[in-house]
């Protein structure tokens, strides 16, 4: 019995992890990083999940990062101790930020603003605490951080350091690596996502200010950066499955994608060439993230049942709990009969999981699937 | 207290039902279609929960509308009845159709081709049971179904009918009506969606087969049909929380809209007039319903903790845990604290929903929440 033949068994939609792409994309991305001397903490806001999460963590100490409280929650209750929770922090969030703390748990906040800073310093000072607390660096203008040459870095690290948190250091992200179109603009993406972050990291010690961390990352910079000077740790999250707008950018293939939803073909509208399937944007997603690429893979591209991409097929439209395949040039459907099981490669594979409560799991050789449970909530 | 000073007890991001204007959405549709001579069979895919559905099913044989089997099986598990699965059946889904009618649940199901159908007789007669089936009409080209005058129409409903299925009656959905932006074009919506399905009936009928059922529905169209003759129940599902595209297409006004998210503010980029939120795409889902309307809303309007718009703001990017917020004309943000609760209205409430597992729900004099919990899964 080979792999797809097991996937027959369960109802469809449903998410399915090929473990031999993944376990490769994995060590891709550790090989690549062991040649710098810099740490890797995966973003586990990807996987989301102990049971995947355990493939990527070494250790019960080695260091992750988390997007909500509740995944630090969750891991820190199954073992794992060292986290950062890499998401600026609302001042209600600190009760659980401190029982964390209280419990054992190596975790660190991050923030950008004198008025957080100073919300965390008071919370600090009232309940005899240190939080370790890290400064959110703006290297491209992507999102929030403070610019690595403003005023304001300093102003917000010292009411940390001298109001009784913890400095940690500092992060950044280069979320507009995402927009790259070139190895070429990926390099500098990299070099541009270290220089913020060790100029700000620079002029905390020139000031006198501790900052043991300086943390960057992302998939498509931790893939392409060449020099990780001055940088102690990486994030990454997407390189663990890839997706469209990682294959889109030219991080990785499409076939090195580790995640899809099985569908099943449920009609077939012959004028108009459209074949359906019960995977609607409740199980794909509606994440557009290849529209602005070379290749707009509408809602994703269309693999059979043993996983080989079907050339010239796309997901053009979801409903609900319909979606909607067609040529990309308009030609004749293959002939596909309802009740067929078809894969569906996602754009963004954190989005895509996000629909779905956990994830079926096997190597294409396997016979029995595992299945890995997703933390949902906040 | 407040139901808004209940809310800052609840850690952000959550959904919140405002239970005032969700009972006045309710009530309105009801009174609407009480001048008619139909049925109402809410769609149970928007609130897709046992005790939020309990507002709108008046009693356990109430009709309803699902759109997984996994929400068949849990209502059916709390009681509900009278079911139609609304999407197209994959054979595979069969055996547990099956397992709901051996359970003394009234489920029809839904198909528009000849192979639908031929599977679907062919599980009946091997298994001896009779499933209800409905024949799904296209009104609008928006997605699948036969077309009212298609010959196939007869021929599947020959096929259902002399294979030992029921053929319970036809089913149709204006989808198009989403895309309207005139009363006049919802009023014709309506009408074309009733033709379509009453045509196809009426050529049923006459080839003497059995069309009990005479089933149309979207929230546009149930709103704005003058005429129902000949249509046997009308579904709808978003008219219970509204939202954004709702508004936009003039089906109720902003105010109306009775479900929110509410977030937390987490930071302020002051050179971009950026204020941060800790509500990203993962509780606000990626829907931009509004994009095509004549007032696109971004990711969605934003109201103080009170639940009233502030006007000119809305949601202008998101990432996974992260949404921004600016003015729409550029303008300086009015001054909000970091850890200021905000309500950000949805685009499409079924998408908002989707991302979280449950409803805090209260009326505005009300200081102890409810909560509904969401059915998860296929």
Redesign the interface.
């Known amino acids: 019995m080979s792999i797809s033949t097991c996937l027959?068994k369960i109802?469809?939609?449903?998410l399915f992890v090929d473990k031999t792409k993944f376990d490769r994309n994995v060590l891709a991305l550790r090989e690549k990083l062991a040649m710098h001397d810099v740490v890797l903490r995966p973003h586990l806001?990807t996987v989301k999940s102990i049971a995947g999460a355990k493939h990527l963590l070494v250790d019960f100490d080695s260091p992750a990062t988390v997007?909500?409280?509740k995944e630090a929650e969750v891991f820190a209750g199954a073992g794992y101790t060292n986290l950062i929770y890499a998401?600026?922090?609302?001042?209600?969030?600190l009760p659980?930020i401190q029982t964390l703390l209280n419990n054992g748990i190596n975790i660190s906040i991050l923030?950008?603003?004198v008025?957080?800073a100073k919300?965390v310093v008071a919370f600090c000072q009232a309940q005899h605490i240190n939080i370790p607390t890290l400064l959110e660096i703006d290297c491209d203008?992507h999102?929030?951080g403070i610019q690595p040459d403003d005023a304001q870095l300093i102003e917000i690290a010292n009411t940390l350091h001298q109001g009784g948190a913890e400095l940690r250091g500092v992060l950044t992200h280069a979320?507009e690596s995402y927009d790259c179109s070139s190895e070429q603009a990926l390099i500098a993406a990299a070099e541009g996502e270290r220089l913020a972050a060790v100029i700000a990291a620079t002029r905390l010690i020139e000031s006198g200010l501790p900052c043991p961390v300086v943390s960057v990352g992302s998939t498509p910079t931790a893939h392409f950066a060449k020099n990780l000077a001055g940088v102690t740790e990486v994030r990454a999250g997407v390189y663990t499955f890839f997706d469209l707008v990682m294959a889109g950018i030219g991080v990785c293939q499409p076939e090195d994608i580790a995640l899809s939803v099985v569908t099943?073909?449920?009609?077939?509208?012959e004028k108009?060439e459209?074949l359906?399937i019960?995977a609607g944007?409740?199980?794909l997603?509606?994440?557009?993230g290849t529209r602005t690429q070379r290749k707009d893979c509408d809602y994703g591209l269309v693999c059979d049942s043993n996983g080989d991409i079907i050339p010239g097929l796309q997901v053009i439209g979801t409903?609900?709990?319909?979606g909607?395949i067609a040529t990309v040039d308009g030609s004749k459907l293959p002939t596909i009969?309802?009740?067929t099981q078809l894969r569906i490669l996602p754009n963004h594979a954190?989005?895509t999981a996000?629909?779905?409560?956990g994830y079926y799991v096997g190597h294409s050789d396997q016979i029995e699937l595992d299945y890995w449970q997703r933390i949902?909530?906040?």
């Open positions: 027959t109802d469809t939609p449903f806001k997007s909500t409280v998401v600026g922090i609302a001042p209600q969030k659980r923030l950008d603003s008025a957080q919300a203008g999102r929030g979320g099943s073909v449920i009609g077939h509208n108009k459209w359906f019960d944007w409740m199980s997603s509606q994440d557009r409903n609900q709990e319909h909607i009969a309802v009740g954190c989005a996000a629909m779905h409560a949902q909530g906040w």
